[in-house]
């Protein structure tokens, strides 16, 4: 694939979430991704693999999120097999607290899924939502 395509890949997989499409989110993740999340927060390390991405990440947000998050994305750039995008999500938890997180998301993309991704965020937010 190339750069233009691997771009459409990550906005049809960000627009997933946003829509609460879990079948095409899964679908353009590789069997073996790995998402790393950064910070000293609930959620930093490695996730590795569609299973343990569901149950320790979208699991959990399930939990204190009323519905999942809306994800924007405000700029996109690509070279080759990488894709980084700056996004703002929107959300609210079933506590009321607002969840609106601003994101840099690395998006490695191999034989046409999303293979890694490496994201950066507001630890101090995440805590403050989800606990440690």
């Not at 995008?85 to 999303?114: F, L």
Request: aromatic content about 10%; charged content about 30%.
């Amino acid at each position: 694939m190339n750069a233009e395509q691997n771009k459409r890949l990550v906005r049809d997989t960000w627009n997933a979430v946003t829509a609460g499409d879990i079948e095409t989110f899964l679908g353009n993740l590789a069997d073996d991704v790995t998402w790393t999340f950064f910070g000293s927060h609930r959620f930093a390390g490695t996730f590795r693999g569609k299973d343990e991405l569901l149950a320790k990440l979208f699991g959990p947000l399930a939990e204190v999120l009323e519905d999942g998050i809306k994800v924007t994305i405000d700029s996109m750039t690509a070279e080759d097999d990488r894709v980084v995008i700056e996004a703002r999500g929107e959300a609210r938890a079933k506590s009321g607290a607002p969840y609106n997180n601003h994101y840099c998301i690395v998006i490695t993309v191999a034989d046409g899924r999303i293979r890694h991704v490496r994201e950066y965020l507001d630890s101090e937010l995440v805590t403050a939502v989800f606990g440690r």
